[in-house]
């Protein structure tokens, strides 16, 4: 199993609308690869994790780099894993504006920092610490 985390920024911040229009195709197109994940989005900042089988990871994000919607991607963390981490999830999501995701158990500030900042770059074991957090929480 492949695992592959990056983030991005947005050309345009997306409101409510756009972001379940987004989610919508990426589930269907990823159902369809064989890929699950989970996106977080805040303040025009998206992180990802996709995982799957090699072929199938590297072509999603392929497809992704080219996207208009994206621009300064950056692959922080991509490896062979034993199992996927979000196995039933062909790609879940939360907005980190909110509330309630800011209330949620190991919510961060550390989201309000530059995603290309050397929190991230420098410690990529950060992106996966950050991921399992979020994931227990949910």
């Known amino acids: 199993m492949h695992s592959l985390v990056y ?11 756009e972001l379940e229009q987004f989610l919508a195709v990426s589930r269907r197109n990823n159902a369809a690869a064989g890929i699950t994940g989970m996106l977080l989005y805040k303040d025009g900042n998206l992180m990802q994790v996709l995982e799957g089988e090699e072929p ?3 072509e999603t994000y392929a497809r992704i780099a080219l996207d208009a919607r994206h621009r300064g991607l950056l692959v922080l963390l991509e490896d062979t894993v034993d199992q996927r981490q979000f ?7 939360r907005d980190l504006e ?27 074991g950060a992106a996966r610490r950050l991921l399992t957090t979020f994931k227990e929480s949910m």
């Open 56 to 58: 199938a990871v590297r």
């Open 98 to 124: 909110t509330d309630e995701a800011k209330a949620a158990p190991g919510y961060s500030a550390f989201l309000n920092t530059p995603l290309d900042g050397p929190e991230l770059t420098e410690d990529p």
């Open 87 to 93: 196995e039933d999830w062909t790609m879940a999501f």
């Open 7 to 17: 983030v991005s920024s947005a050309t345009e911040l997306l409101d409510r609308d």
